[in-house]
Each structure stands twice: as C-alpha cells, then as structure tokens.
T-cell receptor, first 114, second 112 residues
Framework: DADVTQTPRNRITKTGKRIMLECSQT?????MYWYRQDPGLGLRLIYY???????NKGEISDGYSVSRQAQAKFSLSLESAIPNQTALYFC?????????????FGPGTRLTVL | GQNIDQPTEMTATEGAIVQINCTYQ??????LFWYQQHAGEAPTFLSY????GLEEKGRFSSFLSRSKGYSYLLLKELQMKDSASYLC?????????????FGKGTSLLVTP
C-alpha cells in the first residue's frame, strides 16, 4: 500500500478553471510539502506545513493556495488555472525531527492547463 | 540564498563507475540529500550526508565537504536500471521549514 497518495494522477483542464489536487498520507508525519517539477527547472517548493495550524509559502506560491484539513491531508488549489501552471506536482512528507528532513514523495499529479 | 549546481547530463557504460558532482550555496545548511528519479515517477531517497566524509551504501556512495560546498554521488558497477535522473538537494534549517532546495537534476544514461 502506498504511504503517500495523490489524486488525481492526471488532469487536463482549461484556463480559468479552479482545480484542487489532493494528498493523503498514512505515515503519521507532521510535515507536508507541495512541489512542482518542470523540465529543466527541477523541483520547486510551493507551500509547506508543519502541522494543521502552520502553513508557509515556499519559493513559488503565487497563483496557488493550500489547505491542511487534517494531519494526514494537504490539498493544493489553483484558483484560476493558467497554461504556465502545466507541470508535474508532487506532495511530500517528513517526520518532525530536528536536523533531519528526509522527504517521502507521492506518485505525482500531471496537470495540463489548456 | 539558495543555489544548487549539477551537470545536466552524463553517459556511462554498464559495469563502469560514474561520479555525479553537486555544488551548493544554502543558507542555514542542514545536510545534503541525493534522490533518484525515473522518468515520470516520484523521487526516491538514496543518501544523506551532514558531516564531512564518505557514506557508503552498497553500490552507491556519497561524499560531502561542507567547507567547499561540494558533494558527489558515486555509482559503482553500473546497471541499465540505473538510467535515471539524480537529484542533489541541500536541506535548509528551521527558519526555512527544513525545506529541500533541489538542483535541476543530472540525467544519467547507462549504455550497454
């Protein structure tokens, strides 16, 4: 069974639509992260959360919002999708440890905005 | 600031050894990770270094020099399945949420 799951795995949408990507984990980790990956640009951090009441912006948060509904769930929303948000999106989790931050990644969601 | 540099592409022969280098500049540096990523799949953890020196794990080894801001991943006895992208990631400290700052990845092609 997958420890970190993402839904949907693939999504095609149109410019201006609202989109939600969901992430769930059964690892019991406190920290959760959203990244996007673009060819030639690597993984870039969008938002991260240390617990349900702690949400923080990452490197590229403009155009995105998040919700930490529970320890195990962290959703990413695109309020009004645009074509340059076409990318592969990954959710990741890590334990609450000082000085060690191995992250475990979900399988990814491939989003295409037309 | 955050700056991670690694080569874009490398090619090596099955059975050989390959070294993938990474240089970094990260505020509040808190360790260096290497991940492997096959095309279209999630990154998976390979190694972690926080102290200077070499960490060996089977066919894979990773080295860190904190004073030089330098790391490398060494892959021995290359197999065809090692063809993948290798991601270097520097971990920031608590002020940055222990975020991982990733390089753009090195695409390794293993040929027969």
């Amino acid at each position: 069974d997958a420890d970190v799951t993402q839904t949907p795995r693939n999504r095609i949408t149109k410019t201006g639509k609202r989109i939600m990507l969901e992430c769930s984990q059964t690892k019991g980790h406190d920290r959760m992260y959203w990244y996007r990956q673009d060819p030639g640009l690597g993984l870039r951090l969008i938002y991260y959360s240390f617990d349900v009441k702690d949400i923080n912006k990452g490197e590229i948060s403009d155009g995105y919002s998040v919700s930490r509904q529970a320890q195990a769930k962290f959703s990413l929303s695109l309020e009004s999708a645009i074509p340059n948000q076409t990318a592969l999106y990954f959710c990741a989790t890590s334990e609450r440890q000082v000085n060690y931050n191995e992250q475990f990644f979900g399988p990814g969601t491939r989003l295409t905005v037309l | 600031g955050q700056n991670i540099d690694q080569p874009t592409e490398m090619t090596a022969t099955e059975g050989a050894i390959v070294q993938i280098n990474c240089t970094y500049q990260t505020s509040g540096f808190n360790g260096l990770f290497w991940y492997q990523q096959h095309a279209g799949e999630a990154p998976t953890f390979l190694s972690y270094n926080v102290l200077d020196g070499l960490e060996e794990k089977g066919r894979f080894s990773s080295f860190l020099s904190r004073s030089k801001g330098y790391s490398y991943l060494l892959l021995k006895e290359l197999q065809m399945k090692d063809s993948a992208s290798y991601l270097c990631a520097a971990s920031a400290g608590v002020d940055s949420g222990y975020a991982l700052n990733f390089g753009k990845g090195t695409s390794l092609l293993v040929t027969p």
